[in-house]
Structure formats: C-alpha cells, structure tokens
C-alpha cells in the first residue's frame, strides 16, 4: 500500500522545476543563470533543450545562458550540480524580451 501511495506521489511531480533565475545585464549584455531542480533525470540534454527553449521566448535570448540541473534543494544549497550547459549566442541571435501584455 505504502508504496503504491509514494509511486502516486511520484507520478504526479513535474519534471523539473526552475528554482531560481539571476539575471545580469550592462550597456551591451545580458547573461542569464537559470537553477533547476530536476525531479525525474532521464532525457537530460532533452529536458535542457526543453528549458532554454521556454526560457527564450518568454524572455528573449541572452548573450549567455548558463543552466544548472541539481536533483534537490539540498544539493542546490550545497552547489552540488550534476549537470552544467552553457549556451553563447552571437549579437544576431540576441532577442529583446517580448513586450509586456
């Protein structure tokens, strides 16, 4: 019964879920952090893409997108990540946010 319960609770998590975002800019760069907690670590690269891809347009696209995946706020306290992308893009393909509603 227990573990029927804990498999039901594990089901219904998220894959991940974006714990925090730095974000810096200057006169000509923005560069982004994005702290992720990851609940089911399979298809990593996937998920990733996943990630920059929502992060990007609902935010444009920096001059520099760093994503650290941790699989739980304990490891993300002690900056113990188990996977580190960083994404340059060129002037070209730097995008503004979009406009606010």
Known sequence: MTVL???ACYIRLPDYRIYKVFSY???DF????????????????HKVQGIVSRHN???GTPDKL????????YNLD???DFYK???????????EPPGAW
Request: glycine share 6%; charged share 25%; proline share 2%.
């Open 25 to 27: 800019s200057g006169s």
């Open 57 to 59: 347009a609902m935010n």
């Open 5 to 7: 319960v804990l498999t």
């Open 66 to 73: 760093t994503v650290r995946l941790y699989y739980n706020k």
């Open 30 to 45: 923005r560069e982004t952090d994005l702290y992720v907690i990851v609940y089911k670590p399979w298809q990593i690269d």
């Open 78 to 80: 002690k900056g113990k």
């Open 85 to 95: 992308a960083i994404f340059e893009y060129g002037k070209t393909q730097v995008t």
